[in-house]
Structure formats: C-alpha cells, structure tokens
C-alpha cells in the first residue's frame, strides 16, 4: 500500500497504458502532422475565399499532392516499418505542394508536411525494449570443442585470430563452412 492507503496500479493496468505503447511503437507524431499538412492544402483549395492564389498546374496535381500527403500519414501510423519510403515522399510531396497547392496550402500545411517528414525519417523504434514473447536471458555462447583443427597452411587463415566465428563450435572453419 501507499501512503495515501491505495493499492499501486501495474503498469500494463494503468490508463492509457496499451494506448502508449500502440502510439510509441510508431511514428504517430510525423504521421498526425503529414496528415494534418495534406488536409489543411485541401482545405485552402477548397475555401470560399474571394483571393485564393492560384501558383502551378491546376487541376488533378492541386488535389492530387495533398491527397497522397494524407494517405501518406496514415500509411505511416498504420505500417512503421515503411517509414523511410513515407518519410521521404512526404518531404518530396511537400515541397512539390509549393507549386501546385496555393503555395503550399499557405505554407501551413506544407511546413507540416515537411516537419513531419524530417520526424518519421528521424523515427526509430526503441531496441531496448524485447518483444513480448523474448525472456530477459541471453544466448548462450557456442560450445567450444576440444583442439582446433591443424594448420593447413591456407593463406585465408590467420594465425593470430583466435576468436569464435558465430554459429561454429571451433576457431577455425572447415572447408563446408566457407561455403
């Protein structure tokens, strides 16, 4: 018990718990502000503003390149392992929305567009922590065998090196094991 007389609550009970784990587990934030981008420049082309700029081809790329932009922050959120493809085409589409989406959306959603892009081209996923079904135990080294085998006078051996090579029980690889 606490001092206040209440039971500590798990980690994996607490509020919000499984939601901050799905939302660390991604890069949620650039995805939000790429997607926030393409929808603020379709917003501003589809305004009932009397001077609206109109910069670039009109037309499919004007919709089109905001469009992508938000598919493009979904996809991140919902698959994080093609962030870099998403991160880069974000930053690309951003800069191309200058020309084709009133400068960008008024350069609010193409500055959104691009700082989201730089953050899930940053993003990595955190490798301290395991996957749910790794224990906390090492692996254990390769057994070690009895004597190395004899010098063969191969000028790929080096006599110095007396390290194990990974997956060999042996500091020296035979012929099949070279490949």
């Not at 798990?10 to 991604?26: C, E, L, N, T, Y």
């Not at 191309?96 to 959306?105: E, H, K, Q, Y």
């Amino acid at each position: 018990m606490t001092a206040a007389g209440h039971h500590p609550v798990p980690a994996a009970r607490r509020p919000g718990g499984r939601w901050r784990r799905w939302r660390r587990g991604r890069p949620f934030t650039a995805g939000v502000l790429i997607a926030l981008g393409g929808t603020e420049m379709l917003v501003t082309l589809r305004a009932p503003l009397g001077v609206l700029l109109h910069v670039g081809p009109q037309g499919l790329a004007a919709y089109l390149v905001p469009a992508v932009l938000v598919l493009c922050g979904v996809l991140l959120v919902a698959t994080p392992q093609q962030r870099v493809f998403y991160a880069v085409l974000s930053l690309l589409l951003g800069l191309v929305s200058w020309l084709t989406s009133n400068l960008g959306g008024f350069l609010v959603g193409m500055l959104l567009a691009l700082v989201g892009g730089a953050l899930a081209f940053a993003w990595t996923p955190d490798k301290r922590r395991q996957p749910a079904g790794a224990t906390g135990a090492p692996a254990a080294p390769a057994p070690q065998t009895g004597t190395p085998p004899p010098q063969t006078g191969d000028p790929d051996d080096d006599a110095g090196d007396d390290e194990l090579l990974p997956g060999l029980g042996t500091t020296h690889p035979t012929p099949a094991d070279r490949g």
